[in-house]
């Protein structure tokens, strides 16, 4: 079991600066997020990364919830705003692959896959100004900008951080920011 003070601890989270430019204000908070993802699976057995503790959402595991937001990364760097093909697991016929990958995936492996996915990520942020606009779009939508991918990940990110902190909190009574 991990103890709170080694995820608040975690090495590679850095706190964003209290005042920047526009896409380091961006950026940071997004490496903050995606850093606490690995901080809330730090020590986490594979029973307990698997467990889906609500029983409502039955496919919902901390494994589940790192699967989704590899894929996530995915969608809105590589195929929106790169237009590249979708490399997710989901398909019309099973809309929750990408879920149930995390009760079949080992959490090690799905969190080596999310850092890879984040690292294809930063490369793309890289190359372009927050302005540019997404190579696709869904048919009626206004075009997106990577200032609106990013802000869109930070929510997205912090947001799935939250069911983390419960989930994490159930598995095994560990709590940390």
């Known amino acids: 079991m991990t103890d709170e003070n080694t995820l608040l601890n975690t090495p590679g989270r850095v706190d964003p600066p209290m005042a920047a430019d526009e896409?380091?204000?961006?950026?940071?908070?997004?490496?903050?997020?995606?850093?606490?993802?690995?901080?809330?699976c730090v020590g986490l057995s594979p029973e307990l990364a698997t467990a889906t503790p609500l029983p409502t959402s039955p496919l919902t595991s901390i494994g589940a919830v790192v699967s989704h937001l590899r894929w996530v990364e995915h969608a809105w760097f590589?195929?929106?705003?790169?237009?590249?093909?979708?490399?997710?697991?989901?398909?019309?016929?099973?809309?929750?692959?990408?879920?149930?990958?995390?009760?079949?995936?080992?959490?090690?492996?799905?969190?080596?896959?999310?850092?890879?996915?984040?690292?294809?990520?930063?490369?793309?942020?890289?190359?372009?100004?927050?302005?540019?606009?997404?190579?696709?779009?869904?048919?009626g939508e206004e075009p997106t900008t990577l200032r609106w991918v990013l802000v869109h990940m930070v929510e997205e990110t912090a947001r799935h951080n939250g069911h983390l902190d419960v989930l994490r909190e159930l598995a095994d009574g560990v709590t940390g920011e």
């Open 78 to 139: 590589e195929t929106r705003l790169m237009g590249l093909p979708g490399r997710g697991h989901a398909t019309r016929e099973d809309p929750d692959a990408d879920w149930r990958r995390g009760g079949e995936v080992p959490l090690h492996r799905l969190l080596a896959e999310y850092e890879e996915q984040c690292a294809r990520s930063r490369e793309i942020t890289d190359r372009l100004d927050l302005d540019s606009v997404a190579l696709t779009a869904r048919r």
């Open 23 to 40: 896409r380091t204000m961006l950026t940071t908070w997004l490496e903050w997020h995606r850093a606490t993802v690995h901080a809330k």
